[in-house]
Every structure is written in C-alpha cells, then in structure tokens.
T-cell receptor, first 119, second 114 residues
Framework: GAVVSQHPSWVICKSGTSVKIECRSL??????MFWYRQFPKQSLMLMAT?????????EQGVEKDKFLINHASLTLSTLTVTSAHPEDSSFYIC???????????????FGPGTRLTVL | AQSVAQPEDQVNVAEGNPLTVKCTYS??????LFWYVQYPNRGLQFLLK??????LVKGSYGFEAEFNKSQTSFHLKKPSALVSDSALYFC????????????FGRGTSLIVHP
C-alpha cells in the first residue's frame, strides 16, 4: 500500500510556542489530505480537509487561525499549531487520498501520528 | 447524511477463538465501507474495504468482513484470534453519491487473551 509519513513523531513544547507537523505521501500524489485529532481512547475527530493548492476546509468548531494547514504540493501538507496551550495536547494524525474526489473512492492512507505535549 | 455505529466499546476473546467486531452504517445511497486497525500510539492501518461485488471481503492479517445490505452491517471477523490482534478497530463509511469524506465509528477495543 501507499506510505504516508509524519514528522515529528512526538514533540514537547512550551505554552505559547508554535509547532509545525509535516505529513508526506512518499510514493503517491495526494490530491487530498486530512488532519485528525484523537483524544485518549476516543475516535478520530476530523479537523480539516486540504486539497493541493487551495485553502483547507475546516470542520465546525476548529479554529482556522490556530490550526494553520498548508497543502503546497501533492506530497506535502503541514499543520501548524499556533500559540499552543496545554489543551492542544493530543495525538494528531494525517491521512492522504490518492484519487480525485469526484465519483471515486479508495481507502485513506494514514500517517503514524504525532504526539503533541504542551507544557 | 452518513453515519456509522460500533456498538461495542470493547470485545474480549480468547486466543484461538473466532472474533467479531460489529459495525452498522447509515447512508442515503450505496455505501463504501472500510475497516482500519490502530495499534497504541500509531496511525491507522487499512484492513479491508467493500466497494462493490462479493459481499464477503477478505483483507489483511486473516480478517474478513461481510457486507449485509438488508441489515446495513459490515461486521469484521476472523476465524481464529491471535494475541497480536489486540488493538483498536475502526469502521468507516462513505456514501457513494455524497461527500468524499468518510465518517469513522468511535472504535472498538479488541482484547485477545492468551
């Protein structure tokens, strides 16, 4: 299957700093990338969907100014948590889809996740 | 609208016994259905999918799932469980004629006892 990487795998930062998480599709072109947040023992919460070259679409309740998403190329999307606070501590997972959105579907390929801890 | 339900938070099974993880869905049209597995502190791994064709779908690691349209179910099964199968399992659905964004269930923790 296709491979998606995330970097870093874990990060600890001080409150008020910004953290950037990278998501890369290593062997395919990802027209669409998804960013999820997962709390302990809970399901995935979709934060936003991004298409290469266009602005991300954020889910209701997700602050777009706090969680900046950039999908500059077909293989790279970044999530920047700005002015992080302890409540932003979570497990962030990205996924990528290799096919056009209209009329087609396939499984998503997930990155390994990034554990963010804000002190 | 699309939704998916995993009615069990946790499933316990003895090693060597068959296992079933339940999933039911709701879509306006026809569904695409998926199962993923998540090991601790890891991302999700794809197990199998139903797109069209045979209702019985075989996937990775000996898992299979049966699409039942009349019961709107897509239960995950394995004939003989392994301790290493212990993980969190997610069912996902996408309406074929709707949003391209799938909806995930809340997850079921599978615990296989030696």
């Amino acid at each position: 299957g296709a491979v998606v990487s995330q970097h870093p795998s874990w990060v600890i930062c001080k409150s008020g700093t910004s953290v950037k998480i990278e998501c890369r599709s290593l062997d395919f072109q990802a027209t669409t990338m998804f960013w999820y947040r997962q709390f302990p023992k809970q399901s995935l919460m979709l934060m936003a969907t991004s298409n290469e070259g266009s602005k991300a679409t954020y889910e209701q309740g997700v602050e777009k100014d706090k969680f900046l998403i950039n999908h500059a190329s077909l293989t790279l999307s970044t999530l920047t948590v700005t002015s992080a606070h302890p409540e932003d501590s979570s497990f962030y997972i990205c996924s990528a889809s290799s096919l056009p959105t209209s009329g087609r579907t396939h499984e998503q390929f997930f990155g390994p996740g990034t554990r963010l801890t804000v002190l | 609208a699309q939704s998916v339900a995993q009615p069990e938070d946790q499933v316990n099974v003895a090693e060597g016994n068959p296992l079933t993880v339940k999933c039911t869905y709701s879509v306006s049209g026809n569904p695409y259905l998926f199962w993923y597995v998540q090991y601790p502190n890891r991302g999700l791994q794809f197990l199998l999918k139903y797109i069209t064709g045979d209702n019985l779908v075989k996937g990775s690691y000996g898992f299979e799932a049966e699409f039942n349209k009349s019961q709107t179910s897509f239960h995950l099964k394995k004939p003989s469980a392994l301790v290493s199968d212990s993980a969190l399992y997610f069912c996902a659905v996408r309406d074929r004629g709707g949003s391209y964004i799938p909806t995930f269930g809340r997850g079921t923790s599978l615990i296989v006892h030696p």
